[in-house]
C-alpha cells in the first residue's frame, strides 16, 4: 500500500492520559499536513511541515499538543492531559513538492475517544 | 462567519437521479476548489479540483465554480447505490499552508 498511513485507526483513553499518533506520508512527498475532524464537520487544519521543518501551526493547537516530524519523514502527533473536547478524528495528509494543497492525499485517520 | 459554508443535509435521492452539492465561500482570495469524498470512518478522497471560474467534468461528476458568485458545484449523474458518502468542498488559496474545508453533505443514493 503506497498510501498515507496511520496508527493506531482507533485510540480509547482516560481523561487525563497522553496519547501519540504517527503518519507516514507517501514516500516522495514532501509535505505533511495534520488535521482534526469532529462529528458532522469538515477537517480543521492543525499544523504543516515541509521536509523536517514545522512550518505553520493553527490556533487549534494547544500548548497540549505538539507535532513532530524527525528526519522528514514520518510525524507524530502528540496530546498530553487529554479531555474529553480532543475527541476526533485526526487527519494526516501529505502532498509532494512543488504542488499546491491540491494534491494532498489524506490517510484514513486515527479516531480518538476520551473517556 | 465561516470561511467555507455547506449545507450539512442528509440528502437521499433514489439511484439514476442527478445530485447538486453546493458551497460558498467569502473569501476572494480562493483559488482552487476541490471536492472530496469521505465514507463512514474513512479518510477524505480528493475527487475533483478546478482551478478559476468553470466546468470540470469526470466520468459522472462534473465540478462548476462561480468565483463572481463565490459558489461551487459537484454534479453526479447517474448517482448510483456506492455514491453514498459525505461529499466535502475544500479550497485553497495561493500562499496558504492548508485547505479550508465545508461541513461536509451526507448523501444516500437508495437503489
Known amino acids: 500500500d503506497t498510501g498515507v498511513s496511520q496508527d493506531p485507526r482507533h485510540k480509547i483513553t482516560k481523561r487525563g492520559q497522553n496519547v501519540t499518533f504517527r503518519c507516514d506520508p507517501i514516500?516522495?512527498?514532501?509535505?505533511l499536513y495534520w488535521y482534526r475532524q469532529t462529528l458532522g464537520q469538515g477537517p480543521e487544519f492543525l499544523t504543516y511541515f515541509q521536509n523536517e521543518a514545522q512550518l505553520e501551526k493553527s490556533r487549534l493547537l494547544s500548548d497540549r499538543f505538539s507535532a513532530e516530524r524527525p528526519k522528514g519523514s514520518f510525524s507524530t502527533l502528540e496530546i498530553q492531559r487529554t479531555e474529553q473536547g480532543d475527541s476526533a478524528m485526526y487527519l494526516c495528509a501529505s502532498s509532494p513538492r512543488q504542488s499546491m494543497n491540491t494534491e494532498a492525499f489524506f490517510g484514513q485517520g486515527t479516531r480518538l475517544t476520551v473517556v | 462567519q465561516k470561511e467555507v459554508e455547506q449545507d450539512p443535509g442528509p440528502l437521499s435521492v433514489p439511484e439514476g437521479a442527478i445530485v447538486s452539492l453546493n458551497c460558498t465561500y467569502s473569501?476572494?482570495?480562493?483559488?482552487?476548489f476541490m471536492w472530496y469524498r469521505q465514507y463512514s470512518r474513512k479518510g477524505p478522497e480528493l475527487l475533483m479540483y478546478t482551478y478559476s471560474s468553470g466546468n470540470k467534468e469526470d466520468g459522472r461528476f462534473t465540478a462548476q465554480v462561480d468565483k463572481s458568485s463565490k459558489y461551487i458545484s459537484l454534479f453526479i449523474r447517474d448517482s448510483q447505490p456506492s455514491d453514498s458518502a459525505t461529499y466535502l468542498c475544500?479550497?485553497?488559496?495561493?500562499?496558504?499552508?492548508?485547505?479550508?474545508f465545508g461541513t461536509g453533505t451526507r448523501l444516500t443514493v437508495i437503489p
Open positions: 475544500a479550497l485553497d488559496q495561493t500562499g496558504a499552508n492548508n485547505l479550508f
Open positions: 473569501n476572494s482570495a480562493f483559488q482552487y
Open positions: 514516500s516522495e512527498h514532501n509535505r
